[in-house]
Protein backbone atom coordinates (compact mmCIF):
# COMPACT_ATOMS: atom_id res chain seq x y z
CA UNK A 1 0.00 0.00 0.00
CA UNK A 2 1.03 3.65 -0.78
CA UNK A 3 1.46 5.49 2.41
CA UNK A 4 -0.91 8.51 2.17
CA UNK A 5 0.85 11.97 4.01
CA UNK A 6 -2.03 14.84 4.14
CA UNK A 7 -1.52 17.95 4.79
CA UNK A 8 -3.96 19.89 6.59
CA UNK A 9 -3.10 23.55 6.21
CA UNK A 10 -6.00 24.84 8.30
CA UNK A 11 -6.82 28.51 8.07
CA UNK A 12 -3.93 29.15 6.13
CA UNK A 13 -2.61 30.82 3.81
CA UNK A 14 -4.11 33.97 3.74
CA UNK A 15 -3.50 34.85 0.59
CA UNK A 16 -4.57 32.72 -3.04
CA UNK A 17 -1.76 33.69 -4.60
CA UNK A 18 0.59 31.52 -1.44
CA UNK A 19 -1.32 28.96 -1.63
CA UNK A 20 -1.02 28.39 -5.49
CA UNK A 21 2.87 28.85 -4.91
CA UNK A 22 2.60 26.38 -1.61
CA UNK A 23 0.95 24.03 -3.59
CA UNK A 24 2.84 24.25 -6.72
CA UNK A 25 6.65 24.00 -5.01
CA UNK A 26 4.97 20.59 -3.30
CA UNK A 27 3.01 19.23 -6.24
CA UNK A 28 6.74 19.47 -8.59
CA UNK A 29 8.35 16.99 -6.24
CA UNK A 30 4.78 14.95 -5.06
CA UNK A 31 3.89 14.09 -7.99
CA UNK A 32 6.36 12.31 -9.04
CA UNK A 33 6.23 10.04 -5.77
CA UNK A 34 5.76 6.58 -6.54
CA UNK A 35 5.13 4.71 -3.05
CA UNK A 36 3.62 7.87 -1.55
CA UNK A 37 -0.01 9.62 -1.99
CA UNK A 38 -0.03 13.58 -1.24
CA UNK A 39 -3.47 15.13 -0.38
CA UNK A 40 -3.70 19.11 0.07
CA UNK A 41 -6.83 19.89 2.21
CA UNK A 42 -6.45 24.36 1.62
CA UNK A 43 -9.04 26.40 2.53
CA UNK A 44 -12.46 25.65 1.01
CA UNK A 45 -12.10 29.28 -0.88
CA UNK A 46 -8.47 28.03 -2.50
CA UNK A 47 -10.54 24.30 -4.23
CA UNK A 48 -11.33 25.07 -7.36
CA UNK A 49 -8.32 27.66 -8.28
CA UNK A 50 -5.62 24.94 -7.21
CA UNK A 51 -7.44 22.17 -8.86
CA UNK A 52 -6.44 23.67 -12.08
CA UNK A 53 -2.63 23.00 -11.13
CA UNK A 54 -3.00 19.31 -9.80
CA UNK A 55 -0.81 17.29 -12.74
CA UNK A 56 -1.39 13.43 -11.66
CA UNK A 57 -2.93 11.32 -9.18
CA UNK A 58 0.14 11.33 -6.80
CA UNK A 59 -0.48 14.91 -5.34
CA UNK A 60 -4.38 15.69 -5.11
CA UNK A 61 -7.07 17.88 -3.11
CA UNK A 62 -8.84 17.59 0.05
CA UNK A 63 -11.44 19.80 1.78
CA UNK A 64 -11.12 20.24 5.69
CA UNK A 65 -15.08 19.58 6.36
CA UNK A 66 -18.21 19.07 4.27
CA UNK A 67 -22.08 19.21 5.21
CA UNK A 68 -24.73 16.62 4.82
CA UNK A 69 -27.38 18.59 3.34
CA UNK A 70 -26.95 18.41 -0.87
CA UNK A 71 -27.75 21.79 -1.45
CA UNK A 72 -30.44 24.49 0.20
CA UNK A 73 -30.68 27.49 3.00
CA UNK A 74 -27.74 26.43 5.15
CA UNK A 75 -25.76 29.71 5.31
CA UNK A 76 -22.24 28.94 5.28
CA UNK A 77 -22.07 25.48 4.72
CA UNK A 78 -20.19 23.47 1.48
CA UNK A 79 -21.86 20.20 0.63
CA UNK A 80 -20.14 17.02 -0.55
CA UNK A 81 -21.50 17.19 -3.70
CA UNK A 82 -19.68 20.56 -4.21
CA UNK A 83 -16.60 19.51 -2.81
CA UNK A 84 -16.36 16.21 -5.48
CA UNK A 85 -17.29 19.28 -8.52
CA UNK A 86 -14.20 20.94 -7.52
CA UNK A 87 -12.08 17.74 -8.44
CA UNK A 88 -11.43 16.91 -4.46
CA UNK A 89 -10.90 13.12 -3.43
CA UNK A 90 -10.49 13.28 0.27
CA UNK A 91 -12.70 15.26 2.39
CA UNK A 92 -11.00 15.84 6.54
CA UNK A 93 -14.08 15.20 8.95
CA UNK A 94 -14.25 15.29 12.57
CA UNK A 95 -11.44 17.46 13.20
CA UNK A 96 -10.95 17.53 16.80
CA UNK A 97 -10.42 21.77 15.75
CA UNK A 98 -14.31 21.55 14.64
CA UNK A 99 -15.23 19.24 17.55
CA UNK A 100 -14.31 22.07 19.99
CA UNK A 101 -16.69 24.27 17.90
CA UNK A 102 -19.42 22.34 18.62
CA UNK A 103 -19.40 19.64 15.97
CA UNK A 104 -21.07 16.05 17.28
CA UNK A 105 -20.70 12.35 17.01
CA UNK A 106 -24.13 12.25 15.23
CA UNK A 107 -22.86 15.55 13.17
CA UNK A 108 -20.15 13.46 11.79
CA UNK A 109 -21.66 10.30 10.76
CA UNK A 110 -24.17 12.55 8.84
CA UNK A 111 -20.92 14.02 7.24
CA UNK A 112 -19.24 10.97 6.50
CA UNK A 113 -23.04 8.83 4.79
CA UNK A 114 -23.40 12.10 2.94
CA UNK A 115 -19.31 12.43 1.62
CA UNK A 116 -19.99 8.51 1.00
CA UNK A 117 -22.63 8.83 -1.73
CA UNK A 118 -19.91 10.31 -4.19
CA UNK A 119 -16.58 8.85 -5.15
CA UNK A 120 -15.02 10.82 -2.26
CA UNK A 121 -12.72 9.24 0.97
CA UNK A 122 -13.37 10.69 4.48
CA UNK A 123 -10.76 11.00 6.52
CA UNK A 124 -12.04 10.58 10.25
CA UNK A 125 -10.23 12.39 12.98
CA UNK A 126 -10.14 10.74 16.27
CA UNK A 127 -8.31 11.17 19.13
CA UNK A 128 -8.24 12.35 22.96
CA UNK A 129 -8.05 15.55 24.64
CA UNK A 130 -6.13 13.91 27.61
CA UNK A 131 -4.85 10.76 28.55
CA UNK A 132 -5.93 9.39 32.20
CA UNK A 133 -3.97 6.46 34.23
CA UNK A 134 -7.28 4.65 33.86
CA UNK A 135 -7.12 4.48 30.12
CA UNK A 136 -11.19 5.82 30.04
CA UNK A 137 -9.49 7.56 26.40
CA UNK A 138 -9.41 4.23 24.95
CA UNK A 139 -13.18 4.29 25.71
CA UNK A 140 -13.73 7.45 24.07
CA UNK A 141 -11.58 6.78 20.77
CA UNK A 142 -13.21 3.64 20.44
CA UNK A 143 -16.73 5.47 20.64
CA UNK A 144 -15.71 8.11 18.15
CA UNK A 145 -14.99 5.64 15.74
CA UNK A 146 -18.27 3.64 16.51
CA UNK A 147 -20.57 6.63 16.57
CA UNK A 148 -18.98 8.22 13.62
CA UNK A 149 -19.49 4.99 11.46
CA UNK A 150 -23.33 4.01 12.20
CA UNK A 151 -25.27 2.41 10.19
CA UNK A 152 -22.44 2.34 7.60
CA UNK A 153 -22.26 -0.73 5.01
CA UNK A 154 -18.66 -2.82 5.01
CA UNK A 155 -18.66 -1.51 1.88
CA UNK A 156 -18.96 2.07 3.27
CA UNK A 157 -16.38 1.37 5.80
CA UNK A 158 -14.17 -0.16 4.02
CA UNK A 159 -13.57 3.74 1.82
CA UNK A 160 -13.08 5.22 4.98
CA UNK A 161 -9.34 6.51 6.40
CA UNK A 162 -8.59 6.91 10.20
CA UNK A 163 -7.02 9.74 11.31
CA UNK A 164 -5.20 9.06 15.07
CA UNK A 165 -4.85 12.72 16.29
CA UNK A 166 -4.67 12.76 20.22
CA UNK A 167 -5.57 16.40 20.74
CA UNK A 168 -2.49 16.84 23.65
CA UNK A 169 -0.04 16.46 20.89
CA UNK A 170 -1.35 19.01 18.20
CA UNK A 171 -0.60 22.31 17.91
CA UNK A 172 2.08 24.56 18.99
CA UNK A 173 1.04 24.18 22.52
CA UNK A 174 0.90 20.71 22.31
CA UNK A 175 2.82 19.64 25.54
CA UNK A 176 4.86 16.83 24.50
CA UNK A 177 4.67 14.50 21.63
CA UNK A 178 3.14 11.19 21.21
CA UNK A 179 5.36 8.28 21.65
CA UNK A 180 5.61 5.94 17.89
CA UNK A 181 4.82 3.00 20.85
CA UNK A 182 1.59 4.82 21.97
CA UNK A 183 0.64 5.50 18.69
CA UNK A 184 1.35 1.77 17.46
CA UNK A 185 -1.19 0.75 20.66
CA UNK A 186 -3.71 3.26 19.44
CA UNK A 187 -3.25 1.98 16.12
CA UNK A 188 -3.87 -1.75 16.86
CA UNK A 189 -7.11 -0.71 19.48
CA UNK A 190 -8.86 0.96 16.11
CA UNK A 191 -7.66 -1.74 13.75
CA UNK A 192 -9.70 -4.07 16.36
CA UNK A 193 -13.02 -1.46 16.67
CA UNK A 194 -13.05 -1.80 13.02
CA UNK A 195 -12.65 -5.24 13.12
CA UNK A 196 -15.74 -5.62 15.53
CA UNK A 197 -17.87 -3.47 13.40
CA UNK A 198 -17.45 -5.34 10.36
CA UNK A 199 -17.37 -8.81 9.66
CA UNK A 200 -15.60 -8.37 6.72
CA UNK A 201 -11.87 -8.89 5.81
CA UNK A 202 -11.84 -5.50 3.84
CA UNK A 203 -11.75 -3.36 6.87
CA UNK A 204 -8.05 -4.54 7.27
CA UNK A 205 -7.11 -2.73 4.54
CA UNK A 206 -8.57 0.42 6.27
CA UNK A 207 -5.29 3.19 5.96
CA UNK A 208 -4.98 4.51 9.82
CA UNK A 209 -2.90 7.43 9.95
CA UNK A 210 -0.87 9.59 13.00
CA UNK A 211 -1.61 13.45 13.31
CA UNK A 212 0.08 15.72 15.76
CA UNK A 213 3.58 17.86 15.39
CA UNK A 214 4.45 15.87 12.96
CA UNK A 215 7.65 16.69 11.05
CA UNK A 216 10.39 16.26 9.42
CA UNK A 217 12.69 14.69 12.71
CA UNK A 218 9.74 12.45 13.68
CA UNK A 219 7.44 11.28 10.83
CA UNK A 220 9.99 8.51 10.23
CA UNK A 221 9.59 7.03 13.52
CA UNK A 222 6.50 6.95 13.68
CA UNK A 223 5.60 5.65 9.94
CA UNK A 224 8.23 2.37 11.01
CA UNK A 225 7.37 2.35 14.47
CA UNK A 226 3.74 3.80 15.17
CA UNK A 227 1.86 0.80 12.73
CA UNK A 228 0.11 3.67 10.31
CA UNK A 229 0.06 3.91 6.65
CA UNK A 230 0.13 7.19 6.63
CA UNK A 231 0.16 10.89 8.56
CA UNK A 232 -1.70 13.90 8.80
CA UNK A 233 0.08 16.46 9.04
CA UNK A 234 -0.73 20.45 10.24
CA UNK A 235 2.10 22.79 10.52
CA UNK A 236 4.90 21.66 8.92
CA UNK A 237 2.95 21.35 5.97
CA UNK A 238 2.99 25.39 5.66
CA UNK A 239 6.59 25.25 4.62
CA UNK A 240 7.32 23.96 1.43
CA UNK A 241 10.71 22.54 2.13
CA UNK A 242 10.23 21.26 5.16
CA UNK A 243 6.69 18.89 3.87
CA UNK A 244 8.56 17.95 0.69
CA UNK A 245 10.98 16.25 3.22
CA UNK A 246 8.77 14.22 4.88
CA UNK A 247 6.96 13.28 1.69
CA UNK A 248 10.65 12.12 0.58
CA UNK A 249 10.90 10.13 3.74
CA UNK A 250 7.71 8.46 3.56
CA UNK A 251 9.03 7.67 -0.27
CA UNK A 252 11.46 5.50 1.62
CA UNK A 253 10.19 4.46 4.73
P1 LIG B 1 0.02 20.03 13.87
O1 LIG B 1 0.82 19.15 12.93
O2 LIG B 1 0.21 21.48 13.63
O3 LIG B 1 0.24 19.63 15.31
O4 LIG B 1 -1.53 19.75 13.55
C1 LIG B 1 -1.96 18.45 13.46
C2 LIG B 1 -3.33 18.43 12.91
O5 LIG B 1 -4.27 18.87 13.56
C3 LIG B 1 -3.51 17.92 11.55
O6 LIG B 1 -4.86 17.76 11.24
Request: proline residues 4%; glycine residues 6%.
Amino acid sequence: MKKLIIANWKMNPTRGLDARKLFKSVNTIASKLKNVETVICPPLVYLESLGELVTNRACVLGSQDAFWEHAGPFTGQVSADMIFGTKARYVIVGHSERRALGETDSDINKKIKSILQFPLIPVLCVGEISRDDDHQFVKLVKNQIRLALVDLTDEEISRVVIAYEPVWAIGSKAKKACEPADCREMSHIIKTVLADLSNSEITKNIPILYGGSVNSENSESYLKDGLVDGLLVGRASLDGKEFIKILKIAEKS
